[in-house]
């Protein structure tokens, strides 16, 4: 498991700090502060490979340099401090065969994933073509390349074979549905065209027809895809390992970037524990435990953990931007409740959980209680704004601002 990262001058802030949990870890913060950064670096401190693009540090004199601490195969931990090289434009890295962190797989939010696989990828003498790690770009996903048939191929030959893979690819399908009553099912394989030879895999969908997974909506695709990158890259690690004679990895980190993408919110509230689920089952078998390491921007997400979260072992880090600066925190999680009490939690820094129309207007609105005596066209000028801003009938601060308006308005002429 990764257990530390510790950057200076490098990425948006001076220095950043990470002492991670052992199972669930939920990065928040605004665009632009940093959550993918950290994805990508802790992505390079368990695999010593760029997912994406290299990091280019901040410029001299400025000293960055990168620590990091993971659990390993063997008994204790694997610490090093990188710096960089800028002559060669690279990060340092210890002169030996690297530490094993486990399994290691990486969802980027645009389609692409990255694997780490310690059976297939480790560092050898005698296996120089050996690939440093697996990189799929979106549309590899799908189609493969030449490490892998990909998710259109495989789908169709697991649904032929009728075995281990396709009862798998079911199950984590069933786990990962939005809800009961809308299961994701495997349908029939479909040809799509007159001069396309491949048969498609197709999903079964609740209104009863079967949608070929490349005409599915973005939502459904990221969902497939997830299902997709989980079964291959175990069964082929279980594989690889079974050739070599050795174990399984006893551990697995998997690392999701803004895992709530393209989900609609029924989907965005079961994520993170179907994933946890469907990890568990399919390493259950071996033992191996398994790390979650998420961005995110969906109060959903946070509130969908609020029951299996545990201090001893699950996380939870927040980037803001205080004085032009960003700052790192790990956050006290407190367990809300209510959707809207985290979109006005430290995570999303919202002042009130409304249109900013309507927070404005309520803003406003509350200044006027608090003064005491305000006059009679600002009561108006709010009152206005506050039904322009479209709160509904049933709000609470309707009655509030009722009695209020009640006791501000001027008395008729000609009445005592």
């Known amino acids: 498991m990764l257990q530390s990262l510790h950057l200076k001058n490098v990425g948006p802030a001076p220095e950043m700090k990470l ?8 990065i928040t913060g605004d665009n632009g502060l940093g959550k993918s950064f950290l994805l990508d670096v802790a992505w390079w401190a368990l ?3 760029w997912a994406r693009h290299l990091v280019i540090p901040a410029s001299p004199p400025a000293r960055p340099e990168i620590s990091y601490s993971y659990t390993k195969s063997t008994p204790g931990s694997y610490s ?3 710096t960089f090289d800028r002559e060669a434009e690279r990060w340092s890295v210890k002169k030996s065969r690297p530490a094993i ?3 290691v797989l990486y969802a980027q939010v645009d389609g692409g994933f990255s694997v780490w696989d310690p059976a297939r990828n480790y560092w050898r003498k005698d296996s120089p073509d050996r690939p440093s790690s697996y990189l799929f770009a979106p549309h590899e996903v799908w189609e493969g390349n030449e490490h892998c048939e990909g998710l259109i191929r495989d789908w169709a030959s697991w649904q032929r074979e009728n075995g281990e893979a396709h009862a798998m690819l079911t199950e984590v399908l069933r786990v990962l549905s939005p809800s009961e009553s809308e299961r994701l099912v495997p349908g029939e394989l479909r040809k799509l065209t007159v001069d396309d030879p491949k048969r498609y895999p197709t999903l079964r969908m609740p209104y009863g027809q079967d949608v070929a997974v490349t005409h599915a909506s973005a939502g459904m695709r990221r969902i497939i895809a997830l299902t997709y990158l989980l079964i291959w890259a175990w069964q082929e690690h279980v594989a690889a ?12 980190i998997f690392l999701i970037d803004e895992i709530e993408a393209h989900l609609h919110p029924q989907w965005q509230r079961r994520i993170v524990p179907a994933v946890l689920r469907v990890m568990d089952a399919l390493t259950g078998g071996h033992g191996s435990r398994v790390q979650l390491i998420a961005a995110t921007h969906s109060p959903l997400v946070l509130a969908s953990v609020e029951p299996l979260f545990n201090d001893d072992k699950d996380a939870w880090f927040d980037l803001d931007l205080e004085d032009a600066q960003v700052v790192l925190r790990k956050r006290e999680f407190v367990r809300r409740g209510d959707v809207s009490n985290w979109l006005t939690s430290e995570a999303f820094d919202l002042g009130k959980a409304r249109s900013l129309q309507a927070e404005v207007a309520m803003e406003k609105a509350l200044a ?6 305000p006059s009679w066209q ?6 206005q704004l506050l039904r322009k801003a479209g709160l509904p009938d049933i709000d609470p601060f ?3 601002w009722g009695r209020f308006i009640e006791e501000r308005k001027p008395a008729k002429k000609g009445k005592r």
């Open 19 to 26: 002492e991670l949990a052992s199972r669930i870890n939920l």
């Open 47 to 49: 695999t010593r490979t």
């Open 80 to 82: 090093y401090k990188s």
């Open 101 to 103: 962190p486990g399994l």
């Open 241 to 252: 390992a079974e050739v070599r004679g050795d174990l399984p990895a006893r551990e697995v």
């Open 368 to 373: 006027l209680l608090r003064e005491g005596a």
């Open 378 to 383: 600002d009561v108006k000028e709010a009152d």
């Open 398 to 400: 309707w009655v509030r």
